[in-house]
């Protein structure tokens, strides 16, 4: 009866409807990333962060210059130790903060997973002198803090895991495979390494015809070179080391191709790295947390994975 009742709730999530408590669908605490100081940065008057809203609720973000992690604890007594840092995807351009970070995270923390999202920086020629390792300066941060406040939210270091969609998608992939790159002076004396990653519907690579054109063109920008397009390609970058991953995809999306996470599930297998993929017939591009699709019951498949990997506890 219990594991009925929990994967039932999976589906009612899936189905986009909610039981929960309304208290527990709001954020517990929204901390800045960089206390002293954004690395990379540099000003500009006129770039300032943008908020979408519908009826007092945010669920996009544009411009970020000051990113966050918002935090969803689960109620007292169901942690397990887990802990997701959550990538909204938007094409490296915008946040689908909401659809794809805070319902995450509410989610979440019903299966006593402690979520954080992360409001990173998009890259932008105008705030960073670097744009295209600012996205992955944040998600390095990120990891690093949740494992430096490990003990007062009851969180496993050995239990740190990434997810994105989308272009989140390919920053939680990008976290995955360059955690060892130094893109800023860490002090924190932790590791970046996830240890599992979720993607969902995500851009991989960044070689043409099957890239997304607009992420890879708003990350490494219209000349990207050719060594830049390779490293910044998930599918070239993973080696036996690379966390194991969670991956679904609808075969229909054509925004992202499906062949992003196929070429990186192959890549994982090939490195004897822990993979399960989903691909669904139909879904198309940016379903979030379920349509009316044959891809809607990905949060259910994610939850027996998670099970599986003593990540979510019966």
Not at 78 to 85: H, R
Not at 107 to 126: C, H, I, N
Not at 239 to 252: G, K, N, S, W, Y
Not at 268 to 289: I, N, Q, S, W
């Amino acid at each position: 009866m219990k594991n009925y009742k929990s994967v039932y709730s999976v589906f009612v999530w899936a189905l986009g409807f909610s039981f929960v408590s309304m208290n527990s669908l709001h954020a517990q605490k929204e901390v800045k990333l960089w206390e002293s100081g954004v690395p990379n940065s540099k000003i500009d008057a006129a770039y300032q962060e943008v908020q979408h809203a519908d009826n007092g609720q945010v669920y996009g973000v544009d411009k970020v210059t000051d990113p966050t992690l918002t935090i969803y604890e689960p109620e007292a007594g169901k942690a397990n130790g887990t802990a997701v840092v959550i990538c909204p995807g938007g094409g490296y351009g915008h946040l689908a903060i909401d659809k794809e970070g805070y319902k995450l995270a509410a989610w979440f923390a019903e299966q006593g997973v402690t979520g954080f999202v992360l409001k990173y920086r998009l890259p932008s020629d105008a705030i960073m002198e670097d744009k295209s390792i600012g996205p992955l300066q944040d998600v390095q941060r990120a990891i690093r803090y949740v494992r430096e406040q490990a003990s007062p939210y009851g969180i496993d270091t050995s239990k740190v895991g990434i997810m994105g969609f989308s272009a989140g998608g390919h920053l939680a992939s990008t976290a995955a495979t360059h955690y060892a790159d130094s893109v800023y002076d860490a002090t924190e004396g932790v590791s970046a390494k996830p240890d599992f990653s979720v993607l969902i519907y995500p851009v991989i690579s960044m070689q043409n015809g099957i890239t997304h054109q607009g992420s890879k063109d708003n990350l490494l920008g219209k000349k990207a070179t050719r060594g830049a397009a390779y490293a910044y390609s998930g599918e070239y970058q993973v080696t036996p080391e690379t966390p194991m991953a969670f991956l679904a995809h609808a075969t229909d999306d054509y925004a992202v191709p499906v062949e992003n996470s196929i070429n990186y599930y192959l890549a994982l297998k090939d490195a004897g790295v822990p993979a399960e993929m989903h691909l669904y017939e139909d879904g198309g591009h940016g379903f979030g947390m379920g349509r009316t699709h044959t891809a809607d019951s990905w949060p259910a498949a994610l939850s027996l994975w998670m099970k599986k990997h003593d990540l979510i506890t019966e």
